[in-house]
Nanobody
């Protein structure tokens, strides 16, 4: 069974940092692009960032570009989202999901992503 588990969320003050982890079990992430998504209360889920299966290509939503960094560690079968300069509007439940793809995975629509984790809550508040 393909499963992703997010962790690392919490309560942080504006301007602070958090690192989220997305760990895989039951399969290797090496052939999957991984996306990070978030959903704020009362809002639709949005894609925050994505990293290709090779790690050579990344993209970010405009709202987080320059503040968030996505990376992957094949040895640990884990993808990370380093979040810095956090703002209250970054508050939400953060999810990771996978799409099997050697090339162009991050150009796939959200509906192609599978193995959604349970999410981890991020709250940015003073």
């Amino acid at each position: 069974q393909l499963q992703l588990v997010e962790s690392g969320g919490g309560l942080v003050q504006p301007g602070g940092s958090l690192r989220l982890s997305c760990a895989a079990s039951g399969f290797t992430l090496d052939y999957y692009a991984i996306g990070w998504f978030r959903q704020a209360p009362g809002k639709e889920r949005e894609r925050v960032s994505c990293i290709s299966s090779s790690g050579g290509s990344t993209n970010y939503a405009d709202s987080v570009n320059g503040r968030f960094t996505i990376s992957r560690n094949s040895a640990k079968n884990t993808v990370y989202l380093q979040m810095s300069s956090l703002k209250p509007e970054d508050t939400g439940v953060y999810y990771c999901a996978a799409v099997r793809s050697i090339i162009g995975g991050c150009r796939r629509p959200e509906t192609d992503f599978r193995s959604w984790g349970q999410g981890t809550q991020v709250t940015v508040s003073s």
